[in-house]
């Protein structure tokens, strides 16, 4: 065999020999074998936020003032001239009951003639702050009977007696202060409304 040959097929070998053993080397490789790549993090998906809902608000509770009451519908006032106040004692104690009485004054030249239930002089009381604490109740029973009241020319006359303990609309008993009674008489188709009357309630 010439060398040049013997060269050729070296050269053949080696060739074969490389190239068989980067098919074995490829052989011996597989997808189990390739190192896992690091998985890629995936963007955060843009969030939208929630609409803020406010919370419901639950209001503070309150105390309830007293109420002040209107008067009912009165008749027309008396249009004989005439003044009206209450009597009695300036001040009393709570849990006591204490009268009043409702007087009419005849300022006029003619007489005065009321024929007249006997709850139609009717009274509330007020505290310092001009709140109703004792309304006017609705509930009174009254007896049928008919008074009348006549007062001439120039004279005063007791029309009717209210009555107060020192006690509110509720029952319970009223604080120590001042308190204001205000009365009035709506009946006989007229109204009078006498003056506020001042009252110190002690406990």
């Known amino acids: ?12 070998a080696l060739l074969s020999t490389g190239l068989l053993g980067t098919l074995s080397a490829q052989a011996q490789t597989s997808i189990f ?11 955060p998906a843009p969030t939208t936020p929630a609409p803020s809902t406010p919370a419901p608000s639950t209001p503070a509770p309150s105390t309830p003032a007293p109420s002040t009451p209107a008067r009912p519908a009165l008749n027309p006032a008396l249009t004989t001239p005439h003044s009206a106040n209450l009597s009695g004692p300036a001040s009393l104690r709570g849990g006591q009951d204490t009268l009043w009485t409702f007087n009419l004054t005849n300022e006029g030249e003619e007489p005065i003639e009321l024929q007249h239930g006997a709850c139609d002089v009717r009274f509330e009381v007020l505290n310092a702050a001009g709140q109703v604490v004792r309304a006017n109740p609705t509930n009174t029973v009254c007896t049928m009977q008919l ?7 120039g004279e005063t ?3 009717q007696n209210v009555r107060w303990n020192g006690r509110g609309s ?7 202060g001042e308190y204001t009674i205000r009365a009035y008489f709506n009946g006989a188709g007229v ?13």
């Open 1 to 12: 065999m010439t060398p040049r040959i013997r060269t050729a097929l070296l050269s053949t």
């Open 170 to 176: 509720d029952g319970k008993a009223l604080p120590a």
């Open 191 to 203: 109204s009078i409304v006498a003056t506020d009357y001042p009252v110190t309630l002690e406990n």
């Open 157 to 159: 006359m007791d029309v």
């Open 147 to 153: 008074v009348i009241t006549n007062v001439a020319p």
């Open 33 to 43: 074998t390739i190192p896992a790549l690091p998985p890629r993090s995936a963007a």
